[in-house]
């Protein structure tokens, strides 16, 4: 590990001594604000590091102090680093990064809205967290900001969307109610006929201030919260969790445990990427492949049911494990379907790639390219549909994953076939670690399932927790205050760093295929809004 | 094209006969308040506030649990030193008041041991399921059939709430075959299906859904935050909380989220077809 630390700190051009390895994984340098552009280029040019966060808190009391984090992550090192900067109050405002790296735009205009720090030659310090009727100064995570403070609404200039101007062009709005069952959000395309010219988003209707209700609730009931930030990822954002608060206490989780939330990650992750590839059929019409993959998927979240007593898997993560074991029955019943389920599968990808029709629609249909998704910084499932080899599992390992043997599939194409070939490679990897988990799952009884945790988080502490969830990478950073009570919950949910992709890559489509292209991605609203 | 055809045929009709008689490991939490003491564990350990315990008088106390606000994650079962809270098995729970969720016991409380002895239930506030149930047949009195046209709104929503809306269409329940619909728009809709938090940045859009929707517009509350705020509260900077706090909520299905089935029921519930039970009555 010296070795990395010696390598991060020249790259960085700053002393050995300044950059700590907090805890396994995780590197931390403290800064001047002042220094963090310069940071990070290094961070970007000498040690190919992404931006996985970038996030503020609140730490007037005691310390008289905000303090910006930028969270970068280093695959050739398998560490994280963590750069903090200290902000002065009197002063709330810190250098921007994101006219070099797009992937800070949304993150430092985050920090603006809710904690007031303003983000010097940032090329566009517009809102985005906070809708157009709410005051000014309204900083909610600010500690001295009650979380049941009712915020006046005020009126305000609608969301200044981009003009288009020129014959025949015009604006079609869509959202944020919309027409299937979906999480809403507003859409604003700027149309020549049908193909689309730019597309613009308007995010945050489902702001529930999640962030904040952590820093309200028990440590030990943030987990359920977790398992709401995002409802189709409750296994990845519980874990990310349950890790930062493991890494917090020092506490090994047992094998069993680790192996069996393989499990859980990796259902979550086919039972998902089944019902995406269904729902791109639905968008092309084409029903029979849509039910096939919906009654799959129903097949996947009934197992997970009978094993986890759950459908969606809530509830089976406990900080330090797992809640109850599954049953050697159970197990069985998981393999049976497996079986049934990979041929299946098999068949319905099979259906979709012979038919011309369906092809027709999604080749070339929605193309991110490789240069767009590197620039902006896109990372999961989307990344790698676009040739970026990301993976956490693979490039930060977390519970069970360093000892399995699995490929990380990734697509040139950038559209919508090529997402569609990343998940159904992905599930056939998942299956191959779900079998591998089971054939060699430690012995162990109910005991060795939680590792037994501290009455109270230590005092002054914060960790970084981490997961590749199904859509990609989940982090949670988490901060205690002097009485060992959550000060500051981060979570970054993938979707949030991804959006920026569609907006690339739906210029050039029609407006019939956008459903398609969205679908295709699928992020998440809820998690991007929290 | 043929191999689609061949492949429609072999795999048969996938829809279940009965898809309300599967039942869950775990509903809902139910309190044996013959066993109770009035402890507060099972207070303490739910994380929503879906179980308060409050002083009713001197040496007197109250025990209340809200299926408006239960999240089902079995922090109460596990958590009572005297096992007086099981698990039922129902999941078909609806209701027409939030009222109608709760149920609240009294206690005497030894003033030495501090263990209290159950005296009661509680006789509820408001009216009761079938008055409620009358009450709605009249509004919707022939104007439904035996026909929904449903909409559904994210008001705030996790997204796990329509994970599971979205199930009741796959083809093993087929919502279909009992006459409801979900469509793309508002004016169509006999039903707003609605689901929470509702947020500050959703409830005009919320408030403007439902102005767009025809009489009767029957509005239903889906999930624990639908139902109650949830774990994110109510009245909060940023969520307004349960369904109700913005508009009048006709039928609740709570849960978090509520399986496929339960919200099947709601909706027969809120065309009047079945009644709502909870398992309090």
């Known amino acids: 590990m010296t070795s990395v630390i010696s390598t991060v700190s020249t790259a960085l051009g700053v002393a050995d001594w300044a950059v700590r390895e907090s805890r396994a994984g995780e590197l931390t340098l403290e800064a001047e604000a002042s220094a963090l552009p310069a940071l990070a280029d290094r961070v970007v040019l000498g040690l190919d590091g992404r931006l996985m966060s970038l996030f503020a808190s609140d730490e007037r009391h005691p310390a008289g102090r905000f303090v910006v984090h930028h969270v970068w992550s280093l695959p050739r090192h398998r560490s994280f680093l963590h750069i903090s900067a200290p902000i002065d109050p009197a002063t709330p405002s810190y250098p921007s990064i994101a006219a070099k790296y797009p992937a800070a735009n949304w993150f430092e205009r985050e920090v603006m809205d809710l904690f007031g720090l303003v983000p010097e030659g940032h090329p566009n310090p517009a809102r985005v967290a906070l809708h157009d009727d709410w005051p000014d100064g309204a900083w909610a995570l600010r500690k001295d900001f009650p979380d049941d403070r009712v915020v006046p609404r005020v009126h305000g200039e609608s969301h200044p969307f981009r003009p288009v101007t020129g014959e025949g062009v015009f604006q079609v709005p869509v959202g944020p109610v919309h027409a299937g069952i979906i999480e809403p959000g507003h859409f604003r395309f700027g149309v020549a006929g049908e193909p689309i010219l730019y597309l613009q988003l308007r995010l945050f209707y489902v702001h529930k201030g999640t962030e904040k209700r952590f820093e309200r609730l028990p440590w030990r009931h943030g987990i359920f919260l977790a398992e709401s930030i995002s409802g189709d990822t409750s296994v990845g954002h519980a874990l990310a969790y349950a890790h930062a608060i493991e890494r ?283 | 094209m043929l191999r689609t055809i061949v492949k429609s045929l072999r795999t048969g009709v996938l829809t279940e006969a009965h898809p309300f008689e599967t039942q869950p490991s775990f509903g809902f939490p139910v309190i044996d308040f013959s066993r109770c003491v009035a402890c507060d564990e099972c207070a303490r350990s739910c994380p929503t506030g879906a179980i308060q315990t409050a002083a009713s008088g001197p040496g007197r106390k109250t025990v209340t649990l809200s299926y408006a606000a239960c999240i089902q994650c079995r922090e109460c079962v596990s958590g009572c030193p005297e096992q007086a809270v099981g698990v039922s098995h129902d999941v078909e729970v609806a209701a027409y008041t939030r009222q109608q969720l709760a149920r609240t016991a009294s206690f005497d409380v030894d003033a030495a041991t501090g263990r209290g002895t159950f005296v009661h ?26 026909s929904l046209h449903v909409r559904q709104v994210d008001a705030g929503s996790c997204n796990g709430c329509e994970l599971e809306i979205a199930a009741t269409t796959n083809p093993l329940y087929d919502l279909e075959r009992f006459g409801v619909h979900l469509v793309a728009s508002p004016r169509h809709a006999d039903v707003l299906l609605v689901t929470g938090p509702v947020t500050r940045n959703m409830e005009i859009a919320l408030r403007r859904t439902y102005d767009a929707a025809p009489e009767p517009r029957i509005v239903v509350a889906v999930g624990a935050c639908g139902c109650s705020g949830g774990l994110f509260g109510e009245a909060t900077y940023a969520a307004v909380g349960g369904v109700d706090r913005v508009l009048p909520v006709d039928v609740y299905i709570p849960g978090c989220p509520p399986r496929p089935q339960a919200i099947l029921n709601g909706l027969l519930v809120a065309m009047g077809i079945r009644e709502a039970r909870s398992v309090h009555n």
């Open chain 1, 248 to 530: 917090l206490v020092n506490v090994e989780v047992p094998p069993r445990a680790r192996a069996l939330r393989v499990v859980l990650l990796e259902l979550e992750r086919m039972y998902n990427h089944t019902a995406d590839i269904g729902g791109v059929a639905t968008d092309v019409a084409f029903t029979v492949a849509a039910s096939r993959a919906q009654a799959l998927r129903e097949g996947l979240v009934r197992v997970q049911d009978e094993l986890f007593g759950t459908r969606l898997m809530r509830g089976a993560i406990a900080l330090g494990g797992l809640k109850r074991d599954v049953l050697p029955e159970g197990y069985d019943a998981l393999r049976r379907y497996l079986d049934t389920f990979e041929k299946a599968f098999d068949d319905l990808v099979t259906l979709l790639i012979d038919a011309g029709s369906f092809t027709d629609r999604v080749d070339g249909t929605g193309i991110l390219t490789l240069q767009v998704a590197r620039d902006l910084g896109i990372v999961g499932m989307a990344a790698r549909a676009s040739g970026v080899d990301t993976d956490f599992r693979r490039d930060h390992p977390h519970d069970a994953y360093e000892g399995l043997r699995f490929e990380v599939p990734v697509e040139a194409g950038g559209d919508v076939r090529a997402r569609l070939m990343v998940r159904a490679r992905e599930v056939e990897q998942s299956l191959s670690i779900v079998r591998q988990v089971l054939d060699a799952m430690p012995a162990g009884s109910d005991a060795s399932l939680t590792a037994p945790l501290p009455r109270q988080l230590p005092a002054r502490a914060s960790a970084l927790g981490w997961v590749e969830a199904w859509r990609g990478p989940c982090t949670h950073w988490v901060a205690t205050d002097e009485r060992g009570e959550i000060a500051r919950v981060k979570i970054t949910d993938p979707s949030f760093l991804n959006w920026p992709g569609i907006i690339q890559a739906a210029p050039g489509n029609i407006i019939p295929d956008f459903p398609v292209i969205n679908k295709s991605f699928n992020f998440s609203y809820s998690g991007n809004d929290r």
């Open chain 2, 121 to 146: 239930v509680d006789a509820h506030t408001g009216p009761g399921l079938h008055e409620s149930a009358d009450r709605l047949r009249e509004r919707i009195r022939g104007r439904l059939g035996r």
